[in-house]
């Protein structure tokens, strides 16, 4: 009799965790919806396919970024330094292949050799940022705020402050293109967190992600190679933040020397707001994702209200505050 009104509570137990999970990744829905609701309040344009779309297209690189972040945020890490690569990747590869009238080298090269070259660069620095700090053990804020601030100067000193322009087609094609009346570049972003999600929640390394993130030492006592999942968790990230910067650089037809600039304090803002841990080891894609859907409303709301740019940052600080006080109620109710 004890036994089965244990296994009740436990069962209890369970279910309340489950369900206190969902009101977690769930929680910005609410807020999404009173910012549909000022937006078409706001302008008769917003609740438009076209301004949908323009909304996609925005936050599709951002999206790309929050994949990465999150992904090494989970297994109780950071890195300052994907707002560099988001730079500096597509700015090297097009730089390589585009004429010297665009502020290029002139090689005429494959626009496919471009695109290799800003996917390699993020995937490498992505693996050394890994092995410095899993490795080596570097403290990851300071290693990656180095990194950053490295990658800024070397983006800037490549093109003397000048911007890339005139890239070919194939270069941009991921930033400009439509599938079906919608941005590739939402498609491409929608599809990553749906792999991600997927990943984590049903394949073996992401199930290691999470035991990383909760407990280092139990899950290398698990079994689990933490060295190498780390790492690899890294290189990931750091391509994903290439593939977001391409993105941005096709949907503005330019790669600036500023491409990136502040990028990593919106990047962190989705996550956190999304519920994901800074500590590691909790939160999920979904979460996330509502992050980047909720800042990307909330940046064209005060477009179309005709708010100055420089409240933009303010806002966002001001969302961060107000997830984090959500996160401790959160907290509280779940102790």
Same mark, same amino acid.
């Given at each position: 009799?004890?036994? &089965? ?11 309340? %965790?489950?369900?206190? %999970?969902?009101? %977690?990744?769930?929680?910005?829905? +609410? ?12 302008? +008769?344009?917003?609740? /438009? ?18 994949? &990465?972040?999150? $992904? ?27 004429? +010297? ?9 494959? +626009?496919? !050799?471009? !695109? $290799?070259?800003?996917? *390699? ?11 410095? !700090?899993? /490795? $080596? ?50 498609? #491409? ?18 199930? &290691? ?15 689990? /190679? #933490? ?16 593939? =977001? ?11 600036? *020397? ?18 994901? *841990? ?8 979904? =979460?996330?994702?509502?992050? #980047? ?35 401790? #109620? ?6």
């Amino acid at each position: 009799m004890d036994s &089965a009104v244990d296994r009740g509570h436990g069962r209890s137990r369970s279910s309340g %965790r489950v369900v206190l %999970r969902w009101l %977690r990744e769930l929680a910005l829905l +609410p807020a999404i919806a009173v910012l549909i609701v000022v937006g078409i309040a706001s302008s +008769p344009a917003f609740f /438009k396919t076209a301004n949908f779309s323009n909304i996609a297209q925005g936050s599709a690189a951002l999206g790309m970024v929050v994949v &990465a972040e999150t $992904l090494i945020l989970l297994t109780g890490s950071f890195d300052l330094s994907l707002q560099s690569i988001y730079g500096l990747a597509p700015l090297v590869g097009a730089w390589l292949i585009v004429s +010297p009238d665009g502020h290029g080298l002139g090689t005429e090269w494959s +626009p496919a !050799i471009g !695109i $290799l070259v800003a996917l *390699a660069i993020g995937a490498a620095v992505g693996l050394f940022n890994g092995v410095m !700090i899993v /490795k $080596l053990r570097f403290n990851a804020f300071i290693f990656t705020l180095a990194m950053l601030i490295l990658l800024a100067g070397i983006q800037q000193g490549i093109v003397s402050g000048q911007s890339v322009y005139d890239m070919p087609r194939a270069y941009t094609y991921l930033g400009s293109a439509y599938w079906f009346g919608f941005p590739v570049s939402a498609w #491409v972003t929608i599809a990553v967190f749906l792999v991600a999600g997927l990943l984590l929640r049903y394949h073996r390394t992401g199930r &290691a992600v999470y035991a990383i993130g909760g407990n280092v030492e139990a899950a290398r006592a698990a079994g689990i /190679k #933490v060295d190498r999942v780390r790492i690899g968790v890294f290189c990931v990230a750091g391509l994903l933040a290439a593939v =977001g910067g391409l993105m941005t650089a096709g949907q503005v037809l330019t790669v600036t *020397a500023n491409q990136g600039n502040n990028l990593i304090f919106t990047v962190f803002a989705a996550a956190v707001i999304g519920g994901i *841990a800074l500590e590691g080891g909790r939160g999920r894609m979904l =979460g996330a994702f509502t992050g #980047v859907v909720l800042l990307g409303l909330v940046n064209n709301v005060l477009v179309l209200r005709n708010t100055s740019t420089f409240w933009i940052d303010a806002v966002n600080g001001a969302i961060i505050l107000i997830a984090l006080a959500l996160a401790r #109620v959160v907290a509280m109710v779940r102790a």
